[in-house]
């Protein structure tokens, strides 16, 4: 997700661009578009479906509670609480009630940003473009790299087969040296910038006030957000750096940016550290199978952007929990009221302060009293909207309510108590990844080639932040996220300025009768290439190093003009209109949709074989107690009064031992078909079944028949 206030300060050059050209036009919608891309990412069925399974083991290891089946199942059933809070995905299930609860809270926190100054929003129409246009994440909107198959890390890093642009008259040999994935995506960003000039132009005689016009705007802001991302997510600004042996970028952020580590307290912006991560994004990852190498990585050829692990989905989300969390920092605003409401004491991470918040929390739930606080803040001066006031109502109604449905050991969980189970866990491999890249900086490492660089003994994770080809290593949309990032960010704004200069050319200049557009793709594929493809005054000039190398290392100022070397091009009627309905869109969504088909999938397989083992485990226990209690105890006295020892002794054993198969097996197939016709409640089914008749009668029996063989 990065710092907001980075696409932020982008979209206000844009925005500035546009009003200079076209006045009167609410250009406050197009950071509506580029909010909502961000804040998108809340809502990810994908991910959450993934999680289920990454959740429900780190229970299973916390919980010994979760290895018992009828526990499990009838008491925490918390399998099926993973189901309503993460989703399935089925219909109205999708991203289940943390979505929900998500969508709620980002709802009321947009209404109150944008309907004050200096945005001035009006709250219905803001509430009408979000229920349009938040949606859910997708990779291709953020121009990110799309899991493999069952979520892998491993996804198709095939090379682009398209041709090379140019703006001269005679193409260069060879396809770009980019992924074809990136190449896709771009062509589902151009055909939106496609539809928005034709839909504007169409319609700029029309008010500019209309709710047509606004959300084109915000769908504008939400395209030039993905052209940001690709300079913020991808090599570029390293290939391109290294392409023209510039100094080896090592300069700290600016104080006002990170404030200098105190007295004693280690430097994670130290020169070797940052050479050692500009060395590793011009890296190209190697796998063993799925996972990532611990011994090697190769010299990247092709410009990719960074993939999402379940490390980088910590990183990510540590990242918008703290863009979340800081509005509580921006005054006494009410949407940063809001976040402490609901988020303020998430970021703890001692067990017993985390219960006693969770305790506090669903108190105040039952007792009405979170309800009062927002009826108090809903009256104040310049308070809460009453849509705002809804949503968040609707909010508190879902994590109440899963909470009443589910106990966890006698914990109510809810939304809230999960949320801080994922912060705390984010938090911990934070650390963990931490610790492993300061030994590396302690030993001057800076071109360490391994894939994954592993941790300490009881570190996990490892340097996980610094994984190669991760998002979490690429990224440079937040402050902390070095080097290169203010270089990226001078080049981004120049390109979206660009992007918007064009546009509103277009529209300013369009007859009432003109049908044709602006070839978007072919600009787009002059900027957003790789930099051995860029155009520019001469090799040694693309047209990228001014606005780069402007920045400097403080935060941009990159100029809103300045040389391109791009040409536009222009496309006929039926072209313009055949790439405004989007054709590729859909594709792309149902390619990360489709994966939760497969992570359902191997969520509710291990499930079902782990309550399997668990209980045909069980049935073995009690088998075998029941096995070796009957065996011997039905061994015959001999006729000289008592009983042989041996023949007592060899009955226990063998009691034990059918009992326990006898019971291990029996139960164990009652409840694996059980689990494969019901799922959950059919394992219950057959583990009630089961226990009963083949893990207690069938090994008692047994046992008295072995005990009576025996004595014969």
Request: proline share 7%; hydrophobic share 40%; aromatic share 8%.
């Amino acid at each position: 997700m990065g710092d907001i206030t980075t696409h932020f300060n982008i979209s206000a050059k844009v925005r500035a661009r546009l009003a200079a050209v076209r006045p009167n036009e609410q250009y406050p919608f197009i950071e509506l578009g580029n909010w909502l891309t961000d804040f998108s990412q809340f809502k990810d069925p994908t991910a959450y479906t993934g999680a289920k399974l990454t959740v429900w083991r780190r229970g299973r290891a916390a919980k010994f509670g979760l290895r018992v089946p009828l526990i499990a199942d009838l008491v925490v059933d918390f399998d099926r609480y993973l189901d309503r809070l993460f989703g399935r995905p089925e219909g109205d299930e999708r991203g289940g009630q943390i979505s929900l609860y998500m969508r709620n809270l980002v709802l009321a926190v947009t209404i109150e940003k944008f309907r004050r100054s200096p945005l001035d929003l009006d709250p219905t129409e803001i509430e009408q473009i979000y229920n349009s246009h938040f949606s859910q994440y997708y990779p291709h909107e953020h121009l990110d790299f799309p899991p493999g198959e069952h979520g892998r890390l491993r996804g198709n890093d095939s090379a682009s087969t398209r041709p090379k642009h140019t703006c001269g008259p005679t193409p260069p040999p060879g396809t770009r040296q980019i992924t074809s994935y990136l190449d896709d995506d771009l062509e589902y960003v151009s055909n939106l910038l496609s539809l928005v000039e034709k839909n504007w132009v169409q319609t700029q005689a029309a008010p500019s006030n209309t709710l047509q016009r606004h959300e084109l705007l915000a769908r504008f802001g939400h395209a030039s957000h993905a052209i940001e991302d690709f300079f913020f997510h991808s090599n570029f600004m390293e290939l391109g750096w290294n392409q023209l042996a510039l100094p080896t970028p090592t300069d700290p952020p600016p104080a006002s940016d990170v404030p200098p580590p105190a007295a004693g307290q280690p430097n994670d912006f130290n020169p070797s550290r940052l050479e050692r991560l500009y060395f590793r994004r011009r890296q190209n990852p190697a796998f063993l199978d799925d996972a990532l190498s611990t011994t090697s990585s190769t010299p990247a050829s092709q410009l990719f952007t960074g993939f999402f692990g379940a490390n980088d989905v910590n990183h990510t989300l540590m990242d918008a929990m703290e863009v979340f969390l800081g509005q509580r920092t921006q005054g006494n605003d009410v949407a940063g009221r809001i976040v402490e409401h609901f988020l303020g004491k998430l970021d703890e991470t001692d067990p017993d302060r985390q219960a006693q918040n969770l305790a506090e929390h669903r108190r105040k739930l039952d007792d009405g009293s979170a309800y009062t606080d927002l009826a108090v803040l809903s009256l104040l001066p310049g308070g809460l909207h009453p849509r705002s006031k809804r949503a968040l109502i609707e909010a508190y109604d879902i994590d109440k309510n899963l909470g009443n449905e589910f106990s966890t050991g006698g914990t109510h969980l809810g939304v809230f108590g999960m949320l801080q189970q994922i912060v705390s866990a984010a938090k911990l491999g934070e650390q963990q990844s931490q610790e492993t890249s300061r030994v590396l900086d302690a030993a001057h490492n800076v071109n360490d080639q391994r894939s994954h660089i592993p941790g300490a003994a009881g570190n996990a994770i490892g340097a996980a932040a610094e994984d190669i080809g991760s998002h979490s290593l690429m990224a440079k949309d937040s402050v902390r996220e070095l080097p290169l990032r203010a270089q990226a960010v001078g080049v981004a704004t120049r390109v979206a300025v660009y992007v918007a200069e064009q546009l509103v050319l277009r529209v300013q200049g369009a007859g009432s009768g003109d049908s044709t557009g602006l070839d978007w793709r072919h600009l787009l594929q002059h900027f957003l290439a790789h930099p051995l493809e860029t155009e520019g005054a001469d090799p040694a000039h693309p047209w990228w190093l001014a606005p780069a190398r402007e920045t400097s290392v403080t935060e941009p100022n990159a100029t809103d003009s300045g040389p391109t070397a791009h040409v536009p091009q222009h496309v006929e009627a039926s072209v313009l209109a055949q790439r405004a309905a989007e054709p590729n869109k859909r594709q792309l969504e149902q390619l990360y949709e489709g994966l939760e088909l497969g992570l359902e999938s191997d969520w509710r397989s291990t499930v079902n074989w782990q309550f399997t083992l668990d209980s045909a485990a069980w049935g073995g226990i009690v088998g075998g107690i029941c096995g070796g209690i009957a065996a011997p105890a039905s061994v015959p006295a001999e006729p000289a009064g008592g009983h042989d020892a041996g023949k007592v002794i060899a009955a226990l054993a063998l009691g034990l031992l059918a009992g326990s198969a006898i019971g291990y097996a029996g139960v164990g197939l009652t409840a694996g078909l059980g689990s494969l016709i019901g799922h959950g409640p059919g394992g219950v089914v057959g583990l009630l079944v089961g226990l009963p008749a083949l893990g207690i009668v069938a090994p008692t029996f047994t046992g008295i028949a072995i005990g009576k063989q025996l004595g014969s």
